[in-house]
């Protein structure tokens, strides 16, 4: 590549223009409509069987079997009805149409030749192909016109840099193979850097391939005339009815008058989607150069109902059958609030909860406002949680931050007597955050996510253990990656820790216990911990879980289920040199729904030498 020479090259273009032959002959088939009128002779084909074939490399075998004239005609049902004289002609036309089929993919001297046997009934063709060498590229040259090459050369950066990169990611330099197909991607790709880059009319003043064949050589020579660089002017919402103007604005990530970039549109209309307001959402922008300094930009939404109420029945080896009912009001009591109520009913587990969300405001940032009162049963105990929580959260593409006051009581009793073993709740000022880059939300093959959750806080104990300051810290890692073709891995990484005195009464909600289908398969739901003396179950201060997890489709015929084999270890303890992990393996299956992957395994635990069953499954409708 070489350095902008604007003024010139539309002339360059034209002298070019003018010296070279066309490098790529257009290919069409004969028309049927042509075919037909062909003047037919005395002898019919109906009597005698034709045979083609082609020897070439496979993969232009491929090529001329598709789209050669002669190999299309033999290979449809009504051959027989083919004047003979119309199929000699297309046999004497094969050679001259392969080559021009070959030099497509950059083989510019190909020796193309057909033989053929007549036994009386069947009439063998053979068509011989020796392509030669591949053609490649000796020279590309991009140059560029317009506002763009003119911001470049007065020194400015962002232009220089766009200018630089569209020559860096040339995706045919010299040394690369040319073809056709190549030949038009790159020029798309150019086209489409600059477009996204605000450049919205971007196109091609002239592009030429000049074919030097004795060499097998191509020079590239192209000019862009970028067109105006387009500005972000006033932003219009149409289609709204409970939502105000103002929480839509809330989610742009850009200003008037900055350059109107393709992903900060596709950015914006992510985060759109992602607010639970709307069914759809889309954002038109029709490219005026006569607006470019300040484009308008249409946003066009279809709210979702202003109160939705679903039900939910699921299971899970977890907690067991539960029944799910929830209710969504996007404008509570007519503020720009979003109110969630839940109400979940199983076997060993009920909770009840609302949520208060805030329309998007500027930031973008969302206040929010929650109550919830659960109880669950768990390794022998009756464990009953309260919590009311303040806070905002803020969400990016990939990261998820979520900052809030929270007040929680968790009281423990003994199933078998009604005991209460603890009763103690706490004040805490917590941080969540969640960072994702992952090739699928819900069933990902590739990636990463990793969550941090941060707590410091004072708990008030009613038992004999002391009130006082308390911190805590959980994360989590998750690996997702391929291994060759259709195998798949998943691992996973959890280490946390509550840091306080260890006489510090701390509710047990905020403790650790593990064990479960997410967990350590092989053992019951929270079922791995310490005890006390008296041998009921109590959280653990520190905690540390891993998984590695081999999958692969099981069937051809339907590559949603896979089979798995997997290997889990972990524990939780009062500090870290009581740790001793538990180990838990097993096989599973894996249905990979479009809501998500559902999950059957069958584990043995090492610790507890029984076998279990853990599945997760649940139908909303």
Do not use: C
Not at 172 to 181: F, R, S, V
Not at 567 to 576: H, L, Q, V
């Amino acid at each position: 590549m070489t350095g902008p020479r604007r003024r010139t090259a539309p002339l360059l273009l034209a002298v070019l223009a003018a010296t070279t032959t066309p490098v790529m002959a257009q290919v069409a088939a004969q028309p049927a409509a042509q075919a037909a009128s062909a003047p037919e002779d005395d002898t019919d084909a109906r009597d005698v069987t034709w045979t083609l074939d082609i020897d070439a490399p496979a993969e232009l075998r491929t090529l001329l079997a598709r789209y050669l004239d002669l190999s299309r005609y033999l290979a449809t049902p009504d051959t027989a009805r083919v004047p003979r004289n119309e199929l000699m002609r297309l046999r004497q036309a094969a050679p001259a149409q392969a080559r021009a089929l070959l030099e497509t993919q950059g083989y510019f001297n190909a020796r193309v030749s057909t033989q053929a046997r007549d036994d009386g009934s069947v009439i063998a063709l053979r068509l011989l192909v020796e392509p030669g060498p591949l053609a490649r590229v000796r020279q590309a040259r991009l140059e560029f016109e317009g506002p763009l090459s003119i911001a470049a050369e007065q020194g400015d950066p962002a232009a220089m840099a766009l200018v630089e990169r569209a020559r860096q990611h040339w995706s045919l330099p010299a040394g690369e193979a040319y073809t056709q197909d190549r030949w038009s991607s790159a020029k798309g790709e150019v086209l489409a850097l600059l477009r996204a880059e605000g450049y919205a009319t971007a196109g091609w003043s002239g592009t030429v391939a000049q074919m030097h064949t004795i060499e097998n050589r191509a020079v590239l020579f192209l000019v862009a005339d970028s067109g105006p660089l387009y500005r972000f002017g006033d932003v219009q919402v149409v289609g709204l009815a409970h939502v105000d103007a103002d929480s839509v604005r809330a989610l742009q990530t850009f200003s008037t008058g900055q350059p109107l970039r393709e992903q900060a549109l596709l950015d914006y209309q992510d985060r759109l989607v992602k607010s639970a307001l709307f069914d759809s959402v889309a954002i038109e922008m029709e490219p005026d150069p006569a607006l470019a300094d300040a484009m308008p930009v249409v946003v066009k939404v279809r709210e979702r109902s202003l109160q939705q109420a679903t039900l939910g029945l699921g299971v899970s080896d977890n907690t067991g059958p539960r029944v799910t009912l929830e209710h969504v009001h996007q404008r509570f009591l007519g503020w720009p609030w979003q109110a969630k109520s839940k109400l979940q009913l199983g076997r060993t587990d009920q909770q009840a909860s609302i949520d208060l969300t805030s329309h998007p405001l500027p930031g973008p940032y969302r206040n929010l406002v929650s109550a919830s009162i659960g109880q669950t049963d768990a390794s022998g105990l009756e464990v009953t949680t309260q919590r009311a929580r303040m806070g905002r959260s803020k969400d990016d593409e990939r990261l998820e931050r979520l900052y809030y006051l929270e007040w929680q009581r968790s009281r423990t009793r003994q199933l078998d007597n009604g005991l209460t073993v603890d009763d103690t709740s706490a004040v805490s000022g917590n941080y969540q955050w969640i960072w994702r880059q992952l090739d699928h939300p819900l069933l990902p093959t590739k990636g990463l996510s990793l969550s941090l959750d941060t707590a410091l806080g004072r708990s008030y104990a009613t038992t004999a253990q002391r009130s006082g300051v308390f911190g805590r810290i959980n994360g989590r890692l998750t690996h997702y990656a391929t291994l060759g073709q259709n195998w798949y891995t998943t691992s996973r990484l959890q280490v946390g820790q509550v840091l306080s005195a260890a006489d510090v009464a701390v509710p047990y909600s905020l403790l650790f216990r593990t064990g479960g289908d997410d967990t350590v398969r092989g053992y019951a739901y929270q079922s791995l911990g310490p005890s006390n003396a008296a041998g009921t179950a109590v959280g653990g201060r520190v905690t540390a879980v891993g998984s590695v997890e081999l999958a692969r489709p099981i069937l051809r015929s339907m590559p949603a289920l896979w089979g798995a084999v997997f290997i889990d270890a972990g524990n939780a303890a009062p500090d870290w040199r009581s740790l001793d992990a538990a180990l838990g393996y097993g096989v599973g299956l894996r249905w990979r729904s479009p809501v998500g992957a559902l999950r059957m395994d069958v584990a043995y635990g090492q610790q507890v030498h029984q076998v279990r069953l853990h599945f997760s499954v649940g139908i909303t409708f």
